[in-house]
């Protein structure tokens, strides 16, 4: 079964520096897509990168990239020089492989609260 | 842009009433979804949409209903509250598979 796990319930990082939140899938499908979520305490959901499995590079927006290892089955969120408005909750999702036509819903990891420290 | 648009905010209900939670989206998204996320447990599929007139069950759709008679709008339906339906409730849309969703800004409902 396809499934996304976030191992780390809670990080801490200092602020400037970078952090890693870790993701890993598990597909058999060979084309899928993984994307990355902010929900800070206010509660509204922000999408922040997308990796295709087919993509050549890393995804890159910003502060945000996505270290992308498809052997291993991970796509690792990078934050660099992690800012206070960075404490959120991050969540990882993968496109669901689906046999039949178009419906490909989105499958969610549990969630990764990083806390960014002054 | 308006983008995706959920209402109520905030909702408390009695065990055993009924409501409709709203979402429109403007943006001519074919694919739309209702999740609630509940502490520890991240966000769950309710129902979905891959367009108007067709809707599916998610991983979590008893006591839930949905329709969707236009490209814009997808309510929910919750038809007889109970406690465990407490929650918070998202509304999603996308343009396809392969695009990121967007999401409402969310209603917490409590039911007492």
């Known amino acids: 079964a396809q499934k996304i796990t976030q191992t780390q319930p809670g990080m801490f990082v200092q602020e400037k520096e970078a952090v890693t939140l870790d993701c890993t899938y598990d597909t058999s499908d060979p084309s899928y897509g993984l994307f990355w979520y902010k929900q800070p305490s206010s509660g509204e959901m922000i999408f922040l990168i997308y990796q295709g499995s087919y993509d050549q590079q890393n995804a890159t927006e910003g502060r945000y990239s996505l270290n992308f290892q498809k052997a291993r089955k991970s796509a690792n969120l990078v934050i660099s020089a992690s800012q206070l408005g960075d404490s959120a909750m991050y969540f990882c999702a993968m496109r669901e492989a689906s046999r039949a036509g178009n419906n490909r819903k989105l499958i969610w990891g549990l969630g990764t609260s990083l806390a960014v420290n002054p | 842009n308006a983008g995706v648009t959920q209402t109520p905010k905030f909702q408390v209900l009695k065990t055993g009433q009924s409501m409709t939670l709203q979402c429109a989206q403007d943006?001519?998204?074919?694919?739309m979804s209702w999740y609630r996320q509940d502490p520890g447990m991240g966000l769950r599929l309710i129902h979905y949409?891959?367009?108007?007139?067709?809707?599916d069950q998610g991983e979590v759709p008893n006591g839930y209903n949905v329709s969707r008679s236009t490209t814009e709008d997808f309510p929910l339906r919750l038809l007889s509250a109970a406690p465990s339906q407490t929650s918070v409730y998202f509304c999603a849309s996308r343009v396809g598979p392969n695009t990121e969703a967007f999401f409402g800004q969310g209603t917490r409902l409590t039911v007492v």
């Open positions: 943006m001519n998204h074919e694919y």
């Open positions: 949409s891959v367009g108007a007139g067709i809707t």
